[in-house]
């Protein structure tokens, strides 16, 4: 903590400064009144001692001055004034506490720390984090009763930390509140070095969670204590709570399952280790043996948690940093690893999750409509319903709120948003926002400010939506949002040389319908990348042979998989080691032992993210069909699979009619919107397996496998009458009405390639044209 004393009496001065530096303030002294004042517009303190006679500028005016200016520093006033008349002049002045010279240093030191307390952290008079302590009034630090030996700077580092729990800290704000300027400014790299070197002592005393968090390309926080905690299995519990029921039924299944399967090879893995620590407790154990069992105890460590071991993954841990001591270690550390040893055992035997029943439920999507306008939220109801999904009213807040704590949880929500329920938004997505992973909203208001899209952006939401939108329109954005959301499809890569770690990520990850290809063999990577072609990667750090690291510098060095998401699984949470994960191009990582609803979030996010930067590359913005690039190359598939197959292939071009026409006469927002509906109607009537594209202008294509160009027509017309029925509206208050043509091809007989097909289908387009259009023909 950094405190400034304003003192012009240098020999009481030198004295305060030298008893404050030895309770590990950072102490800068100013020798008069504008010279403290300068300091203080110049830099940021914990606190301020202050003289009331000084020459230049006096502390009481400077305590006014402070104050007027809204600085909450806590202040106190030193001076030899002992009478009531002066005090209530000087707390009058904004001073918060008043000490008469001479300075009795104990009293002071209180005096400090209670200020501390009750300043902006309201700290109890011991910090604490988990088992770890921090005594200010004698400055000790101690983790389980056990007395942690830190410098000066370490010690001012934690303290820092544990006052402000929340706040990130750069290593230019460190080097302003735990410097002073007497000592020499040091660069950033000191105060990496020291809070690697706090880092270390805190580990040797036992702390095996991390208790300083690094936020990259910010700084350093204190990890909150439900941060913490979350890695024990009651919160994992209570986290997946958070999971849709069938979700969490089905992840906790699976993980116990597995562990069955797998659970004696975690016996056996500790009959290792007891071997060695026995051989050790003789005096006979052998290098080999030792680093086997250190390695045995690093896995464990790593994957234990996965299965519900928390305990286990802790003490397994101890046990790996207790043995890299070697094979002349203390009789105290043999028997502490005879006594982890059996505990772990201990832990291995009792039962590990529940395994609930699972629940039928209805697997249509679940839309939540929260819109007090009953017109509208019927409207969007029915439209809902037409396209396959469970549209429901909801305006009770409270009945909203206890369903979602009842873990009944929707698949998308639109929610209003407009001034007079702007508040009911904000509470209620913040409550959407913190389900696992978030359930994904979109707002519908009758405003748009640049203030609202932040908040919403800030609670999660997923898009603004004007709330008299027709509900077709509504209900394509809740389609897309549903999209990007799905994981159902995705393909996941995983590679660690651990066959445990491995089925556990079975288990967490296939019961959300991703399906996961795994390789213990890093050697084997390169081939398994080309032939999974995963979504997503998840590497291990340190493998046998190739690293993580290196792997991923692989992948990042081809252009194929450059934009691949890559996350990492590691034991290793040293700031060295994330360093380095990142300049090999990860995107993000997770440390060992893995907390299933983190990584779960984690994957999603990644996943989402990467499916909405591949939409907008793929997907044509206007009519929301696949642009020419994404056809093409699905077209080209289709046609592959029919030639090795000997199945048939419709292909057809369409083509709207007069669309030049109508942008000259009404504008081009009207032939836009002819466009969008003509998507919206392809979209609707052809399914996944199908491949709509626009390839510019008023031409969409249309490729469907195993159809013959007879069942192409029939599917077009069916189109082409639903089109005929959509009324535009035009200037004047005029209804339009549109049509198309299109031809029709059929694989082989037409043409035994993508460019062949088109030619043969434009030529059939002419045909329709040269009729008079709103038609749909064949070869």
Known sequence: MRILLIEDDELVAKALAKALAGQHYAIDLATDGQAGWELLVACKYDLILLDVMLPKLDGITLCRRLRSQGDRTPIILV???????????????????????????AELSA????????????????????????????????????????????????????????????????????????????????????????????????????????????????KSAEQTKAKDTSKVRKKAARLSPEQEQQTLTGVARVWERVKEKFIRRVATIKQAIALLQQGSLDEQLRHQAEQEAHKLAGSLGMYGFALGSRLARQIENL???????????????????????????????QTPELQSIDESPWLLIVEPDRSLSEGLVMEATSRGMRGEIATDLVAIEERLKARSRPDAVLLDFSADTAQVGVKLLTELNAFTPPVPALILTDRDSLLDRVTVARLGGRGFL??????????????????????????????????????????????????????????????????????????????????????????????????????????????????????????????????????????????????????????????????????????????????????????????????????????????????????????????????VGRWGGAEFVVGMYGMTASDGVRRLVEVLVNLRQQQFTVPDREQLTVTFSAGVVQYPQDGSDLQALYQAAGIVLQQAKIAGGDRVLSC
């Open 79 to 105: 001076t030899a004034k002992d009478n009531s008349t002066s005090k209530v002049h000087g707390l009058d002045a904004g001073a918060d506490d008043y000490i008469t010279k001479p300075v009795d240093l």
């Open 111 to 222: 005096r400090i720390r209670a200020l501390l307390r009750r300043g902006d952290f309201a700290a109890p008079p011991v910090l604490e984090w988990g088992d770890l302590r921090l005594d200010p009034s004698i400055c000790k630090v101690s983790y389980s009763n056990q007395p942690i030996d830190l410098t000066p700077k370490e010690y001012g580092l934690l303290e820092l930390f544990l006052r402000n729990r929340h706040r990130v800290f750069s290593c230019g704000v460190i080097l302003d509140r735990l410097w002073s300027y007497d000592e020499e400014t040091p660069s950033e790299d000191t105060v990496r070095s020291h809070i690697k070197g706090l880092r270390m002592k805190l580990r040797a005393a036992g702390v095996l969670d991390d208790p300083i968090e690094t936020v990259y390309g910010i700084g350093y926080r204190l």
């Open 323 to 353: 043995l890299q001591a070697g094979v002349s270690i203390a009789p105290e550390q043999a028997r502490q690893l005879s006594e982890l040893v059996a505990a772990l055992h201990r832990e291995l035997q009792r039962s590990t999750v």
């Open 466 to 691: 004007h709330k008299f939108l027709p509900p077709a329109r509504v209900l394509d954005a809740v389609t897309q949002m549903l999209q990007r959301c799905r994981t159902a499809t995705a393909r996941i890569l995983a590679v660690d040389d651990d066959p445990q770690v491995l089925q556990a990520l079975h288990a967490l990850l296939e019961p959300w319908g991703i399906k996961l290809s795994t390789v213990n063999n890093p050697l084997q990577f390169w081939d398994t990348l080309e032939a999974v072609a995963p979504d997503l990667l998840i590497l291990d750090v340190e493998m046998p042979q190739i690293s993580g690291i290196e792997l991923c510098q692989v992948a990042r060095n081809d252009p194929r998989w450059s934009g691949l998401p890559i996350l990492f699984l590691t034991a290793h949470a040293d700031a060295e080691t994330m360093q380095r994960v990142f300049a090999a191009g990860a995107d993000d990582y997770v440390n060992k032992p893995i907390v299933g609803p983190e990584l779960i979030g984690r994957i999603l996010n990644r996943l989402e993210r990467s499916r909405l930067l591949q939409s907008l590359a793929q997907t044509d913005t206007l009519t929301k069909v696949a642009n020419r690039r994404q056809s093409t190359q699905e077209l080209s598939q289709l046609l592959r699979l029919a030639q090795l197959h000997d199945r048939p292939l419709c292909f057809a071009i369409l083509d709207l009619d007069r669309l030049k026409q109508i942008n000259d006469r009404y504008g081009h927002a009207v032939g836009d919107e002819i466009l969008s509906r003509l998507g919206e109607l392809l979209r609707r009537t052809f399914q996944s397996e199908d491949v």
